[in-house]
């Protein structure tokens, strides 16, 4: 089951590809890693899922990450009279904390930390953005407000506040309970929704540890102010464009892309873009061309990932949108110009033992052209390096540990192998060019660039560079 591209691709489970058939099929037309979002489903059916995917990695032999997403806080209004009110440009509109049920004049919102972060001029977003409001007045348990732009609007529908640090945790107690659920199934990646502050991520750490990788979900302007330390603190991103296109201006979502891309490239950290990708495909059996481009974009800037989202969690047609979306990462990958984007954006290697030898690793790859990098780690520490420099070679990841080969099923150009302990330099040797043939990266006679830390088993020690021949 080798892939011949370096993107991976994410599908989310749902409704529509919930039984093994379904699941089967999705990884055979280009899965990497499969997301269970936990804003829908049972903790009962997403086991069952788990469950499924575990059987099939055992029977391709080949690792299969499963990101565990979080649903985060939801910020929603009270109920209305007859389920519903039409909000008119130009009125005043009231929220607070009374429970009874709101009409054209009023409505609750159950949120006291909304109040208590207000100024006097913030915006509040209704419906996914579709009615807009501006706080005139406030206190702890009220704000007044003017209609800015109206419209229907209906029980239970979302808030968002764009402009405003929040003082919430990104990690509910239904958050806490389905995490506990994910780590104790071995889930791989856990997204984390609504990350505001670096801190929300040092929440997190402290209940995940190194049971999984921590994947922050960009979706707040608050977050882009703080790219850098969370990008820095996390183990990888995700440019949830969704919610991050309701709290700004649609024409900056593009721009805040490529600048998180750059800041994970830069840092070595996996990138995912991510909502709406294929969204057309929800319904159509195949994409607008504008979705194509919009998919082709993401991998022309370099990112690990690409994902779907309700394509393939409750669209009618799941295995085309997966099989659409690898269509088009080959085709990206093999256009000479990805090439020279990737190179022309690629960042310099930091400071440090491991990235100079990943570094002299490119060099070495783009002078000999071998037929492969590979990297022995414990930990995905190599491996996440040497996929930084982004080698114009496959990196086969080779690890004894099980759960650092699922990891690597969601970053760049990774492999991963799962291979005994190794004793020595010449014995790992060996393993690389024995395991190289077998997974058919390369024959007799073939160039292979081995990386690797000494000593070996202790992470981040990559210190070792070494250029092998397949033997005939």
């Known amino acids: 089951m080798r892939r011949t591209r370096s993107a991976k691709i994410v599908a989310t489970l749902g409704p529509a590809t919930s039984d093994e058939q379904a699941i089967r099929a999705l990884f055979g037309r280009g899965v990497d890693v499969f997301r269970l979002n936990l804003s829908h489903g049972t903790q009962h059916d997403h086991a069952r899922r788990i469950e499924t995917i575990r059987r099939l990695e055992k029977e391709h032999g080949r690792p299969i990450g499963i990101l565990l997403d979080l649903q985060g806080p939801k910020l929603r209004l009270g109920s209305f009279e007859g389920g519903r009110a039409h909000l008119d440009a130009g009125t005043r509109f009231r929220l607070d904390m009374d429970e009874a049920a709101g009409n054209a004049r009023r409505a609750p919102l159950p949120h006291p930390e909304i109040f208590a972060a207000l100024q006097d001029g913030t915006e509040l977003l209704l419906d996914d953005g579709k009615l807009r409001l501006r706080v005139d007045s406030h206190g702890n348990d009220f704000a007044e407000t003017t209609v800015l732009v109206g419209g229907p609007v209906s029980d239970r529908k979302g808030v968002n506040v764009p402009s405003v640090l929040l003082p919430i945790s990104p990690l509910t107690p239904k958050d806490r309970e389905d995490l506990a659920f994910g780590l104790s199934m071995g889930v791989d990646w856990v997204a984390l929704s609504f990350v505001q502050r670096p801190e929300d991520i040092e929440e997190a750490r402290t209940i995940v540890g190194a049971r999984a990788w921590i994947m922050a979900k960009l979706e707040k302007p608050a977050a882009i102010e703080h790219l850098d330390a969370i990008v820095s603190l996390c183990d990888g991103i995700m440019v949830a464009r969704g919610d991050l296109g309701v709290e700004l201006p649609p024409e900056q979502v593009p721009e805040l892309q490529r600048l998180i891309v750059r800041a994970c490239r830069r840092r070595g950290k996996p990138v995912v873009v991510a909502t709406q990708m294929l969204e057309s495909m929800i319904a159509s059996p195949v994409p607008t061309r504008a979705e194509v481009s919009d998919v082709a974009t993401a991998v022309y800037d370099g990112v690990d990932a690409v994902m779907l ?27 000479p110009s990805y090439r020279a984007g990737i190179d022309a954006t690629h960042d310099a290697a930091l400071s440090t033992t491991a990235d100079a030898v990943c570094a002299s690793m490119r060099q070495v790859a783009s002078l000999l052209a071998p037929a492969a990098t590979v990297t022995y780690t414990s930990s995905g520490f190599t491996s996440l390096r040497a996929a930084r420099e982004r080698p114009a070679v496959p990196i086969l990841s080779l690890t004894p540990d099980l759960a650092a080969a699922r990891r690597m099923a969601m970053v760049w150009g990774v492999h991963a192998v799962l291979v005994d302990d190794v004793r020595d330099v010449a014995e790992m040797i060996e393993c690389a060019c024995r395991t190289a043939r077998a997974e058919g990266f390369a024959k007799e006679g073939d160039d292979v660039v081995v990386v690797a830390g000494l000593p070996f088993g202790q992470s981040g020690t990559t210190n070792l560079l070494h250029v092998a021949r397949i033997p005939r």
Do not use: H, T
């Open 309 to 335: 989202s309700a394509e393939s969690a409750s669209g009618r047609y799941p295995l085309e949108a997966v099989a659409m979306m690898d269509r088009i990462v080959e085709r990206v990958e093999a256009d």
